[in-house]
């Protein structure tokens, strides 16, 4: 792995699971630090600050700032130019997002360039009404990215993905999707690294986001077997990830060889 320079790591299921940093996470990202290798948290949700997965990290004992965070908001807001004038489904933590960027957050109202589709605990029927309407009058239609579920403490909840489907089922029209697997989150990414697609890899847990990600990308890929995937369904993947890790300890010994 001498050509790799940079890397991206997923989070649930790679960097931790529910409250608790898996086992070795913390120490190779120290040693990355040490060692002066660039790395990003790349994550899909769109509704967190990065300011807020920094904390959570650091409290599971992974020194991180806020720049070492990209989540697919930010992915979305670092294509817009200032100035879009943006209608969300969505939270704070994604509307804040594209404020800061210069995008203007609209009321729904005909004046709007893209419609942004992510996560929304408050999601309803005027809010679907206003992006059908939109979209149908030529705004974008974007979604922060289209994942199925997302686990929390007392179970599972649908993510933004279900909310995506009924804009599109509605519209009749194919979002431009930002996160993983899709292209955008990653090419932020490089932005922000200064890297090319070939001095990177990703490091992740999951075949159908991470490392197909890697592979839309151009990117070197690293399955690692803390989370959903195991090394059978690395090995039979469509797209195979370049190197499968056991545990951290095993990606210190790939990496630091």
Wanted: with cysteine; aromatic share 6%; glycine share 10%.
């Amino acid at each position: 792995m001498n050509d790799i320079s940079a890397l991206l790591f997923d989070l649930d299921g790679t960097v931790y699971r529910g409250t608790d940093a898996i086992p070795g996470a913390s120490d190779f990202i120290t040693k990355l630090k040490e060692c002066g290798i660039p790395f990003l948290f790349v994550t899909n949700r769109g509704n967190r600050r990065p300011e807020e997965v920094a904390e959570q990290l650091n409290a599971m004992g992974i020194s991180c700032t806020p720049d070492d965070v990209l989540t697919s908001a930010q992915a979305v807001a670092m294509e817009l130019d200032s100035g879009t004038r943006a209608y969300c489904l969505g939270e704070e933590g994604l509307t804040s997002t594209l404020e800061e960027a210069g995008i203007v957050i609209t009321d729904g109202s005909s004046d709007t360039d893209a419609v942004i589709v992510s996560y929304d605990r408050g999601i309803n029927y005027e809010k679907m009404g206003k992006a059908l309407r939109l979209i149908d009058g030529g705004a974008r239609f974007i979604a922060t990215n289209t994942d199925r579920l997302i686990t929390v403490e007392d179970g599972i909840l649908p993510e933004a993905g279900p909310i995506v489907a009924a804009v599109q089922a509605a519209t009749e029209k194919e979002p431009e999707i930002f996160g993983k697997p899709e292209k955008p989150i990653m090419d932020a990414a490089l932005k922000r690294l200064g890297k090319e697609a070939s001095e990177c890899a990703i490091i992740g847990d999951n075949i159908f986001t991470d490392i197909l990600a890697g592979h839309k990308s151009g990117m070197k890929s690293i399955l690692i077997l803390t989370g959903v995937a195991s090394r059978k369904d690395g090995e039979e993947a469509e797209f195979k990830p370049t190197w499968i890790a056991e545990d951290y300890q095993d990606l210190e010994k790939l990496f630091f060889r």
